[in-house]
């Protein structure tokens, strides 16, 4: 019952550094997303994947970039880090996006991945 | 006004006392709700969907008023094990959750 993987668990970056946030999921979900969260921010999405083929920008794109490389995967990268960009960063999916009152736009969570930018 | 309000805490309170957190959401077009818990360093995870005609599930009771457009949560009997941070999580129209920035509950023994 593996549900959401995220990796690597811990990053620390030097400022214009890039990397790729990797995670996957095997519950076989139609919507993923990725959330960055700071203290006092709460929880805060960077982009999600309703859909196979699709992504949208979410509350904080700025710097980021994301593709979904097929229905398991959704990859979130930074081009150029920058020490605003330390964050704790949740992948989570769902079996679909949209206003639901049957359940199935319940997100489940990665176990995080703590990035540090210098 | 924020999308999702809740009083951040902490809350301390002594193992068996009962405990209530409320929440407020600005869209009154929002469908869905949810209490996620969180521990500390770790991921959200849900806790309990809450339905317009309340649910329980143990000794977690959840309400919506959507009259007033809140959200509540009662915890009765707390555990040690209940200490942690209580998000609040509302559907926006169109695709996206969205959290609070959660109420932070300590039980003591």
């Known amino acids: 019952n593996a549900g959401v993987t995220q990796t690597p668990k811990f990053q620390v970056l030097k400022t214009g550094q890039s990397m790729t946030l990797q995670c996957a999921q095997d519950?076989?979900?139609?919507?993923m997303y990725w959330y960055r969260q700071d203290p006092g921010m709460g929880l805060r999405l960077i982009y999600y994947s309703a859909s196979e083929g699709t992504t949208d920008k979410g509350e904080v794109p700025n710097g980021y970039n994301v593709s979904r490389l097929n229905k398991r995967e959704f990859s979130l990268r930074l081009e150029s880090a920058a020490p605003s960009q330390t964050s704790v960063y949740f992948c989570?999916?769902?079996?679909?996006?949209?206003?639901?009152?049957?359940?199935?736009?319940?997100?489940?969570f990665g176990a995080g991945t703590r990035l540090s930018v210098l | 006004r924020k999308e999702v309000e809740q009083d951040p805490g902490p809350f301390n309170v002594p193992e068996g006392a009962t405990v209530a957190f409320n929440c407020t959401y600005s869209n009154s077009a929002s469908q869905s709700f949810f209490w996620y818990r969180q521990d500390c360093r770790k991921e959200p995870k849900l806790l309990m969907s809450v339905y317009s005609s309340g649910n329980e599930d143990g000794r977690f009771t959840a309400q919506l008023n959507r009259a007033s457009q809140y959200i509540s949560l009662l915890i009765r009997d707390s555990k040690l094990s209940d200490s942690a941070t209580y998000l609040c999580v509302v559907n926006q129209a169109g695709t996206a959750l969205i959290f609070g920035k959660g109420t932070t509950l300590s039980v003591s023994s």
């Open positions: 519950m076989n979900h139609n919507s």
């Open positions: 989570a999916s769902s079996e679909r996006a949209g206003a639901s009152g049957d359940g199935k736009n319940i997100q489940y």
